[in-house]
Nanobody
Framework: QVQLVESGGGLVQAGGSLRLSCAAS????????MGWFRQAPGKEREFVAA????????YYADAVKGRFTISRDNAKSTVYLQMSSLKPEDTALYYC?????????????????WGQGTQVTVSS
């Protein structure tokens, strides 16, 4: 099991920016891919972005392309989500997760360890 702790959430105005962090810890394998998901009240959890620890290849949901940037610091076992041009519809609880699959996936079931989430609220 990998322990994941998200941070950086908060309240911002539409058009603003926010940077989320997810720190991984533990003695076990951290996985091949780190991903960000989000869930708004009454909505299903949805994929946001993901990145491979090795190589740094990243993927984004269409809703955030061009606005969000995912990155990682291997030495710190930390993944970041830089969010800009935020919209009210970005309001959600953001979770980070890790996957041991070698093939990229956006499916929740393919991610084995999850953090507790950090709240992002965007006001108009």
């Amino acid at each position: 099991q990998v322990q994941l702790v998200e941070s950086g959430g908060g309240l911002v105005q539409a058009g603003g920016s926010l940077r989320l962090s997810c720190a991984a810890s533990g003695r076990t394998f951290r996985g091949y891919v780190m991903g960000w998901f989000r869930q708004a009240p009454g909505k299903e959890r949805e994929f946001v972005a993901a990145i491979y620890w090795t190589g740094g290849i990243s993927y984004y949901a269409d809703a955030v392309k061009g606005r969000f940037t995912i990155s990682r610091d291997n030495a710190k076992s930390t993944v970041y989500l830089q969010m800009s041009s935020l919209k009210p519809e970005d309001t959600a609880l953001y979770y980070c997760a890790t996957s041991t699959r070698t093939i990229f996936s956006t499916r929740e079931a393919d991610f084995g360890s999850w953090g507790q989430g950090t709240q992002v609220t965007v006001s108009s």
